[in-house]
């Protein structure tokens, strides 16, 4: 049996200062080489989530092992193994995307060589070959979303945890990156998505987890819980088991 | 070490990319620096050399008044606009209102006769009974009309009490004058030769000014001497904006956020900072200095000597300059928004200036600000600074100093790691 990619057993946080108890004994696995997705209304705790399983965020009680490591205790070598495109960009607009790869590149512990190669490699499969020396500021919003793809991948991580990670680009853009992100996870690289694109997630995603009020609601292959719950796609699913009141 | 070099290359990149950046830390300051000089060396050329215009009124028709009003004209202190005394009583006042001049003074119609008098009285007493009751009362209730000096209120008390003092020189010398001439007349029985009362009123003992210092040089500080060293550490505390906004700016950046999930430290990122702002700080007080020393003589100003230890000056300014971008950093760590980081910021370095003595001298201060002046980082350096650019003085004798300045940045350093547990930012 392989190690999964990411392990929760018996997780608890809420935020300092605040009574609201975030998550209660939550528990989660997704496997090693899994499209994985994580869907639920604003508020669910998706992003808390997503921030707890990269470190962002400290928890007490409970577990989250990733690739067999300790969240909690990792030291800064865990952060070798994981990746993250945050919705919000996440990269220096004044610079260039070749200048950005090189900073964040030096920041995962690349050499310089490998720092080359791998911006050479990048720029050229998300179609940015041509403005590899413009800066970002000057760029478009499907383009902004590939310079911040390039560096949570840049390192040739084994987890991708992506925030949105095409919010607001045009189809060609979404398209671009749909496709990469599935031959990065054929090369081995276990994704762990969050969206409110849905059509989007079902062509990606194999296996979905639903959330809502800090609580796992479903957790299976999609193409079960669609037959489950006798739904066509996960629009209605989601609809379906959240229900249809507005939560911010 | 690689980390810490692509982020130095990163942060250099951002910084020379930013013109408007670029000209709050260069251009400002350089102006900052030439407009103080320029404002305090025309206050300096003011007392010194220029003359300020004094309107004087003349009311007595007597030779004392006359003799006064040369007296004034012999300090070389003022340049003396005649007012004319059969003029409506307010015309002092309208013509000070028009700013005509922003002194004046009143000789009363008696002062010749009361002058005349009072020297008449002191002869008598020295010649005939110093210790006669009668003649010491009679000296102390002859009446004299006081002369009238009328100031602009935006006069400052200082250039005041300057113009009082050289007015009270005139008229000392006027009595003195007039009692040497009583006094010789009494006693020769004819009017005292004018050589000999020149040599008598006028002949006195030189002072030569020395300014202190260590290499022994006399060469009098001028204005450049005293505020480009000033200015340029408020220039380089200044940098507080650019950096703190950037700090706070960064820290709720995608960025930030990024940098906090890989295997790096961000404390990486925070020294790189330290280093490129120290860099920047430094280069800023380089110009300044260059200016100082090379422009300065060139558009009218004193040209500012630079110090004998280089090596010394350098050690200052990098210290200066990494407690600047300590503190900045600080500010940027605690501050929530751009607003409250450049608010804070800019109002911080205009207190510690103040506190440090970069406004009023530390001399001039009052006993207890003299123990708070030790908080400011800036009084230190400007300690420092003082003591290259105007006590002559080498890298052991700022030393002191030089200590003093890095133990606050460490506790500054301290704080600002304190602030990033505290926050959640490493």
Known sequence: MSIPAIAIRSLSFSYPKQEVIQFKDLNLEVEDGERFGLFGPNGAGKTTLMNLMTGLLQYKKGSIRLLSHEISDHAKSVNKLFGFVPQDFSFYPELSPDENLSFFGAWYGLDQHRIKKRTAELLAILG???????????????????????????????????????????????????????????QGTTLIYTSHQLEEAEGLCEKIALMDEGKIVVHDRLG????????????????????????? | MHTVTATIIKDLKILIRDRMGLIMMFFMPVLLVIVITSVQNSTYELINNNRITLLADNRDKGPEGARLMKAIEKIGMFNILPSDSTGPDDEISIRMHAKDALVAIVIPADFSSSIQNRATRIANRALQDPDSPVLKKDLSTGQTDSLLMYYHPVMQQSFRLSIEGALHSAVQVMQGEAIVRDLYHAINNKSVPPDLEKDILFGQIPITEIPVS?????????????????????????VVI????????????????????????????????????????????????????????????????LPNDIPGLILVTLVTGWCAASYAICVGVFC?????????????????????GLLVPAFAMPANFQRIMRISPLH?????????????????DVLT??????????????????????????
């Open chain 2, 214 to 238: 260590r290499t022994g040089s006399r060469v009098v500080p001028n204005a450049s001497q005293h505020n480009v060293p000033a200015w340029t550490i408020f220039a380089m505390f200044f």
């Open chain 2, 336 to 356: 929530n928004t751009t607003e409250q980081s450049n608010g804070f910021g800019a109002i911080s370095i205009l207190i510690l200036a103040a506190l440090g």
């Open chain 1, 224 to 248: 079960v819980l669609l037959e489950q719950h006798r739904q066509e796609g996960l629009e209605g699913l989601f609809l379906g088991l959240t229900g249809k009141h507005f939560r911010d």
């Open chain 1, 128 to 186: 940015l070959g041509e403005v590899g020396n413009r800066m970002v500021h000057t760029f478009s919003g499907g383009m902004k979303r590939r310079v911040n793809l390039a560096i949570g991948v840049m390192h040739q991580p084994r987890v991708l945890f992506l925030d949105e990670p095409t919010v607001g680009v045009d189809v060609q853009s979404r398209h671009a990156i749909i496709h990469y992100l599935k031959e990065l996870n054929q």
């Open chain 2, 401 to 426: 100093n030089i200590l003093s300045l890095a133990g606050i940045t460490i506790c500054i350093q301290l704080l600002t790691l304190y602030g990033l547990k505290k926050k959640n930012l490493i």
């Open chain 2, 380 to 396: 230190w350096s400007l300690e420092a600074y003082y003591g290259l650019f105007l006590e002559g003085g080498k890298l052991k």
């Open chain 2, 242 to 305: 650019t950096l703190g906004s950037t700090m706070v700016k960064e820290k709720s950046s995608g960025s930030f956020l990024r940098l906090k999930t890989l295997p790096s430290s961000y404390l990486n990122a925070l020294f790189s900072k330290q280093i490129v702002y120290v860099l920047v700080t430094f280069l800023q007080a380089a110009l300044i200095f260059a200016i100082g020393n090379l422009l300065f003589p060139h558009i009218g100003l004193p040209v500012l000597h």
